[in-house]
């Protein structure tokens, strides 16, 4: 299994561009998240998925949107890109009636200019 | 919202010492989870602790589940130049669908 991976590693974007964020995990989780650490800081949840077709609201979500339309993947989009999005953005999952492992992509670290 | 309070922020000690950090919240917490995150990698499960007072080693980290519920200690002992890097604590309560993270304790370790 490759776990959870995540593409691009890093990324430069001008203020007001666009972007996905791609995370895919081969576990057949169905809990799925996404994180934000800016630096010196913990982790921040933006958005999670229980399943397919299901995702919720973390702590920061403004400014990101999600979907799931499978159990592998799940994308984060940024609409409108602005410098306070500088961040590396970790994807995790886990399965579901496990005791709370959530397994951890490597992240992508983004620049907003 | 919840939070952790994780102490210390940050630690500079020489290779060989021991190492203790903790976490504290405001709220019960029916799992407590300890992770480290290398640079540039994304944080991995140390030990995770599912019953107050629980104590729970793997290799020469020991974490505990404090018995109020409300915290939870993490101790390395002798530590070594690979334990570089960020610890961080993480609670669940019972249902819950998420974690909520600590700030995390930047472990440097001079030789």
């Known amino acids: 299994n490759a776990g959870v991976t995540q593409t691009p590693k890093f990324r430069i974007l001008k203020i007001g561009q666009s972007m996905t964020l791609q995370c895919t995990q081969d576990m057949n989780h169905n809990y799925m998240y996404w994180y934000r650490q800016d630096p010196g800081m913990g982790l921040k949840l933006i958005y999670y998925?229980?399943?397919?077709?299901?995702?919720d609201k973390g702590e920061v979500p403004n400014g990101y949107n999600v979907s799931r339309s499978t159990t592998e993947d799940f994308p984060l989009r940024l609409e409108l890109a602005a410098p306070s999005q500088t961040s590396v953005y970790f994807c995790?999952?886990?399965?579901?009636?496990?005791?709370?492992?959530?397994?951890f992509g490597p992240g992508t670290r983004l620049t907003v200019l | 919202g919840q939070q952790l309070n994780q102490s210390p922020q940050s630690m500079f000690i020489q290779e060989g010492e021991d190492v203790s950090m903790n976490c504290t919240s405001s709220s019960i917490f029916n799992t407590w989870l300890w992770y480290k995150q290398d640079p540039g990698e994304g944080p991995v499960l140390l030990i995770a602790l599912y019953k107050a007072g629980e104590l729970t080693s793997n290799g020469r980290l020991t974490a505990q589940f404090g018995i109020t519920r409300k915290d939870s200690f993490l101790n390395i002992s002798a530590s070594i130049p690979s334990d570089v890097g960020i610890y961080f604590c993480?609670?669940?309560?019972?249902?819950?669908?998420?974690?909520?993270f600590g700030q995390g304790t930047r472990l440097t370790i001079n030789p």
């Open positions: 995790a999952s886990r399965e579901e009636g496990t005791t709370d492992t959530q397994y």
């Open positions: 998925s229980v399943g397919a077709g299901i995702t």
């Open positions: 993480a609670g669940q309560t019972q249902g819950a669908q998420k974690l909520v």
